[in-house]
């Protein structure tokens, strides 16, 4: 079974629209990251949360953890075309301390002009 | 501030031949680690050095897949011999001890 998983797998929104992505846990989380993909390129790191309740934005993205909950959900508003890409969260399962990556599927984003 | 560097970009083979990657992480980073994405999934976790040396490779494929790195600078990959399943991007990531991994641009591998 799959340890990160993602929702929803792929999301086609209008240019200027507020959107969200959901990472869920199954196990104890002990930090999460966010990463960005371009097809065909490599990872672009957006942001790392370490603790319960911990919120971070940059630009128009802002990502929350919820530690209770195991989740971490990413926000974008006012969505632009730029912002298209795959998103994908990583953990750290073996432990605080280890930056060895466990990531989920991914989510597909598309915006259209 | 230069990046993770990894080539070839790209990389056709047949089944049962043999393939290199290389990757030569930004200047400092004692942390390297290799990970296999395949197509509509996460990067999985290949194997992680720590300067020269292996701290996991509980998931490399032994049987086939070999990594070095030698003085703790570069990194190779070998897969040999090859396998259709073994069709993916081939990344690397390297950090400084922190949190944040860099990632390159990746190899993609299509075995046919």
């Known amino acids: 079974s799959q340890e990160l998983e993602q929702s929803p797998q792929s999301l086609i929104v209008q240019e200027g629209k507020n959107l969200t992505i959901n990472c869920t846990s199954s196990?104890?989380?002990?930090?999460l990251y966010w990463y960005k993909q371009k097809y065909g390129e490599g990872l672009i790191f957006l942001m790392m949360?370490?603790?319960?309740?911990e919120e971070k934005s940059h630009e128009k993205i802002t990502a929350k953890l919820d530690e209770k909950k195991q989740q971490s959900s990413l926000h974008i508003t006012a969505s632009q075309p730029s912002h298209a890409g795959i998103y994908l969260c990583?953990?750290?399962?073996?432990?605080?301390?280890?930056?060895?990556?466990?990531f989920g599927k991914g989510t597909k984003l598309s915006v259209i002009p | 501030e230069a990046g993770v560097a990894q080539s070839p970009r790209y990389k056709i083979i047949e089944k049962r031949q043999s393939v290199a990657f290389w990757c030569n992480p930004i200047s400092g980073h004692a942390t390297l680690y290799w990970y296999q994405q395949i197509l509509g999934q996460g990067p999985k976790l290949l194997i992680q050095f720590q300067n020269n040396g292996v701290v996991d490779d509980s998931q490399l494929p032994k049987d086939r897949f070999s990594a070095e790195r030698l003085k703790g600078v570069d990194s190779t990959l070998k897969i040999q011999p090859a396998k259709l399943e073994d069709s993916a991007v081939y990344l690397c990531?390297?950090?400084?001890?922190?949190?944040?991994?860099?990632f390159g641009p990746g190899t993609r591998l299509t075995v046919l």
């Open positions: 990531a390297s950090s400084s001890g922190g949190n944040e991994q860099f």
């Open positions: 990583g953990a750290p399962y073996s432990g605080a301390g280890s930056y060895q990556l466990t």
């Open positions: 949360l370490q603790k319960g309740g």
């Open positions: 196990k104890t989380l002990y930090g």
